[in-house]
């Protein structure tokens, strides 16, 4: 069943001589429960895809439609809402709060939200990351492996549809880095949720169900990886 998709979505930065066309009309359709990789060479658009479905930028004409609603016909409080229960993001560059714990950084969204967050789900979350016995350190004692395994949880702590993630394992080892893609699959699987991962690393693409090249804006290729 499809989850996300997009209807000619462009994004333009600056005007005249300093105009840039980051996304060209991409159109993409993603099934709930896919694994999509998108590959492409630096500035070729994608992390700019990735905000615009994450609600994080604006598109500068075309639409994105998440459980067949319009996101940008949203206004900014139910924008920030969507963004908060529906996707979870992942980064290279962990964006943990210093001051907070590895548990209080997962619970945040939902902290945010003024909700009362579910103890036994985010028991099982620690459990699943490896951090019960790191709960409650804070990110300063956490390795990066730990660190991003935390922003994984905060990610998922919601039980959000959709995870997107951007380069999440530039700043790992190889070790970590197939330790945090087999999380990010397992979660995926086990909570049946929806995963898109921008990466250089062909060897993570190799294991998605489906890559999407863009190159100057554009989807050039999408194909379905045999199994």
Do not use: W
């Not at 005249?16 to 996304?23: K, N, P, S």
């Not at 790992?172 to 921008?198: A, G, H, P, W």
Request: hydrophobic share 40%; aromatic share 6%; net charge negative.
């Amino acid at each position: 069943m499809e989850i996300l998709r997009t209807e000619n979505l462009c994004k333009t930065y600056g005007s005249g001589e300093t105009r840039v066309d980051a996304l060209k009309n991409v159109n993409i359709s993603i099934n709930e429960g896919e694994f999509v990789a998108v590959v492409g060479p630096s500035g070729s658009g994608k992390s700019t895809l990735l905000h615009l479905l994450g609600g994080v930028d604006k598109p500068t004409s075309g639409k994105v439609f998440v459980d067949d609603v319009d996101i940008y016909n949203l206004n900014e409080k139910q924008l920030a809402i969507f963004r908060r229960r529906k996707v979870g993001f992942v980064f290279q560059f962990y964006n943990l709060i210093p001051v907070l714990t590895a548990e209080e950084n997962i619970l945040l969204p939902i902290l945010l939200d003024n909700k009362k967050p579910d103890r036994a789900y985010i028991k099982e979350l620690l459990d699943l990351l490896g951090l019960q016995d790191r709960r409650n350190h804070l990110p300063s004692e956490l390795s990066g492996g730990q660190q991003q395994r935390v922003s994984i949880g905060r990610a998922l702590a919601y039980k959000p549809s959709i995870i997107l993630a951007d380069e999440p394992t530039g700043n790992l080892d190889s070790k970590n880095s197939r330790e945090i893609l087999d999380l990010l699959k397992i979660s995926v699987k086990r909570y049946n949720q929806t995963l898109m991962v921008i990466t250089h690393d062909v060897d993570i693409a190799a294991q998605a169900d489906r890559v999407v090249t863009i190159e100057d804006g554009i989807i050039s290729k999408d194909e379905v990886i045999a199994i």
